[in-house]
Structures are given as C-alpha cells and as structure tokens.
C-alpha cells in the first residue's frame, strides 16, 4: 500500500540520516578514498547462499540470498574505489553449484575459489533470523579456534555506527563455522541484520541501506588495519 511504503520510505531516510551523522562520513556518487593501505591487499567477499539456496526469508518475503548479494556489490565497489582487490564468491542469484547439488559442495566451491585468491581477508555476508521478533541488529561471528580480531574489529566498529543509534549493541560471537574453518585467510560472518524482526526487514529490503550498511562494512576493513576513513566522494 501507498501509505505503508511512504512511512517505510520514513523509516528508512532517518535510519540512514543516523548512521551517516555516527559514522561521521560523507555520502555522494563516487568512490571511496584511497588510503594507501589497500596496496596488494585483496578482500574475498561471499554474499551468502544463491539461486535455489535463499537462506532465511522475511514476513514481507525479503530473501536473504538477495540482501547478502546487494550488499556485497556495494562493498565490492566500495573496497575496488580505495584500490583493493576484490573477489566475489558470486556475484549473481546463483549457488556456486547448480540445483541438486550438495550444500556441502557449493561450500566447498567457495573455499576453493577463495583459497586461489589468496585473499588478506574473508567477509562472508547472511541475514539472520530467531524465534524472537524483537531481536535486531548487525552482528559479527568469528569460528572458533580462527583469528577473532577482523569479527571483533568489525563488531567494534559496526555497534558505534549502526547498532548504537538504534539502541542496539553486540558482541562478537563464536561458532562452528565450516568456510572460516577451511579458508586460509582471517574471516569474518556478517548478519546483516534479522529477517525475522519486520523493523529489520523493512530496512533489509531497501538498496540504500544496503549502500549505507556496505559502506560502514568498507569503514570497518579499513579500521581493522588501523585506518581512519575521513570522507569519501561519488
Ligand atoms: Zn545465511
């Protein structure tokens, strides 16, 4: 309806307008600085799932394959501005292996196309979902027993610009995470948010939180190796 999607379209200009004025960052059309600290670092991005594999879902029917995708085509293009190297685990709605194959093996797939890059760091994006509706936010995972500090850098600098401003706060969590386990690179898992909270949804299926997610994402990377982003330009 008209009037709904005009209050989401509210929703969705504030939320953005705060997490800009936390991040201290300046938005317009072009690419993100260069720093001189991307110079031979490469960044594997795996958007999550794909093609007959569409992760959790929401009420409104916003796929998780679809977010993770997005939101990766954004940080790709905000990491290729600053003159990092970028590979993608995908970069359409497809599984990195056709229907019927095991989840596994489309795992498996992804390991080995990250591995051959030889990457300085994994940033695998999902959307999440709980038995709760109330729970929201962004949230970073580390696997246990790998390097904790690009999730915990990333956590650190995710809770002050886009979970703080909506009272939201977390902190990095363990778990058995089989691509981290089997990349040779330090990984981080980024949930975007929970599918399952509609307030999340609502901003999960707009392209410019999506844009504005990537870009504190891209501001994360560089924090986690010691730089500060001062602006950038489109
Ligand atoms: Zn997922």
């Known amino acids: 309806m008209f009037l709904v999607a005009k209050a989401r379209n509210v929703v969705v200009a504030i939320v953005a307008i705060v997490v800009l004025v936390a991040g201290g960052v300046c938005i317009g059309l072009g690419a993100a600085k260069g720093t001189g600290m991307a110079e031979g670092k490469t960044v594997a991005i795996d958007p999550g799932h794909g093609g007959y594999d569409a992760g959790v879902s ?55 196309l990250i591995n051959r890059a030889k990457p300085d760091l994994v940033v695998s994006l999902h959307c999440n979902s709980y038995p709760s509706v109330y729970r929201r936010g962004v ?61 999340d949804e609502a901003l999960l299926r707009d392209r410019h939180y999506h844009m504005l997610l990537a870009y504190q994402i891209y501001c994360g990377i560089e924090a986690y190796w010691g730089v500060q982003e001062t602006g950038m330009w489109f």
């Not at 058995?176 to 949930?191: D, F, M, N, T, W």
């Open 139 to 199: 949230q970073t995972f580390y696997s246990k027993g790998e390097d904790e500090a690009p999730a915990r850098g990333l956590m650190e600098h995710l809770n002050r610009t886009v979970n703080a401003p909506l009272g939201r706060g977390f902190e990095a969590v363990w778990g058995e995470y089989y691509l981290l386990q089997k990349v040779r690179a330090p990984g981080v898992i980024v949930e975007c948010g929970f599918l399952s909270n509609a307030e």
């Open 58 to 112: 929401g009420k409104m029917g916003t796929r998780e394959s679809d977010v993770n995708l997005s939101v990766g085509q954004y940080l790709a293009a905000y990491l290729r501005g600053a003159g990092y190297e970028v590979v993608m685990t995908r970069t359409t709605d497809r599984a990195c292996l056709p229907v019927g194959s095991l989840k596994r093996q489309d795992m498996d797939e992804r390991v080995g």
